[in-house]
């Protein structure tokens, strides 16, 4: 949330869209908390943020979801809006692998949000494997938000040890994730 809001203030934007997926590509099922669970998490976490909220397409649409079918599918929903892509620093490298990375480039905005240890210098053409045009106008987006250095994994990690969460997700998700004793081992 913290960097979705330094992104909506960086890049002057009118509303920022969660999409949780119904099944990622690139994580085993098994791996995953039911969909229903992370929806019910977003929707705890975005209650009284005007600016944000959760946009239930992939869900709808069901199955592995790739971003390029998300993005066609808001084009459609939304012809007059520029879409605008947040991801983090770490994600640019990959960015060429994902499924018709230069068409979903080509359909909306990315902007980037450095992430600790990002260094933009090393950011080239040849270790982002785009075209120049990609590459300059990926380049072009990026900013400096908080530093920040939480992850997902590390959440899960804490809470199967019995360790606090708090002050690293809103209360309300901490709640939702005891009550339903989440990532928890026993």
């Not at 592995?64 to 084009?75: F, G, K, P, Q, W």
């Not at 994600?91 to 018709?100: G, R």
């Not at 990375?101 to 450095?114: G, H, I, K, P, Q």
């Amino acid at each position: 949330m913290i960097l979705a809001q330094d992104a909506l203030e960086a890049f002057d934007l009118a509303a920022v869209l969660f999409v949780p997926c119904d099944h990622p590509p690139h994580k085993p099922a098994a791996s995953l908390i039911s969909v229903e669970h992370r929806t019910a998490m977003l929707e705890a976490a975005l209650t009284g943020s005007l600016p944000f909220e959760v946009c239930d397409l992939e869900i709808r649409r069901g199955g592995t979801t790739y971003s390029i079918d998300t993005v066609r599918a808001l084009a459609k929903r939304y012809p007059e809006d520029e879409l605008v892509f947040i991801i983090g620093s770490d994600t640019l490298p990959e960015l060429h692998l994902w499924k018709d990375a230069r068409e979903l480039l080509r359909l909306c905005r990315f902007v980037t949000l450095a992430r600790p240890g990002f260094d933009l210098k090393a950011m080239t053409e040849k270790n982002l494997n785009l075209e120049p045009d990609l590459t300059q106008a990926l380049l072009a987006n990026v900013a400096i938000g908080h530093q920040v250095d939480i992850s997902a994994s590390d959440i899960r990690h804490r809470v199967a040890e019995g360790m606090s969460i708090r002050y690293l997700v809103p209360d309300a998700v901490d709640m939702y994730i005891a009550e339903h004793g989440l990532y928890s081992l026993g």
